[in-house]
């Protein structure tokens, strides 16, 4: 598929904000020799956090937190809710990940 219709678009869009050099300015950092895998813990602590703020974000939208009505809130989203299982294991499993992500990266 072309892309040849999105480029003037894009090329607007840099004009007006300069988002390429944002990019490449965050992007593009020139890495020193012998650097491994551990020096992308504190990104990937950074995307989980940013999975887990918007799974909450969702999960907060449909849950209920009254000791009535808290369990059914929750079997309403595994069962009724397009998504709502995956969103709320995304959701728990991200955290026991954060904790495991955020000791290695203090490591």
Not at 83 to 91: A, V
Request: glycine share 6%; proline share 5%; hydrophobic share 55%.
């Amino acid at each position: 598929m072309s892309r040849a219709w999105l480029d003037p678009l894009l090329d607007w869009l840099d004009h007006r904000t300069g988002y390429r050099f944002a990019l490449t300015h965050l992007l593009d950092e020139p890495l020193p020799h012998g650097v491994g895998w551990f020096f992308t813990l504190g990104a990937l602590l950074l995307m989980l956090l940013s999975v887990q703020a918007a799974s909450g974000v969702v999960l907060m939208m449909y849950y209920v937190p009254s000791p009535d009505f808290a369990w059914d809130s929750v079997r309403m989203i595994i069962e009724k809710v397009q998504f709502g299982r995956i969103d709320r294991n995304l959701h728990a499993f991200g955290a026991s990940v954060i904790v495991l992500v955020a000791a290695l990266h203090l490591l």
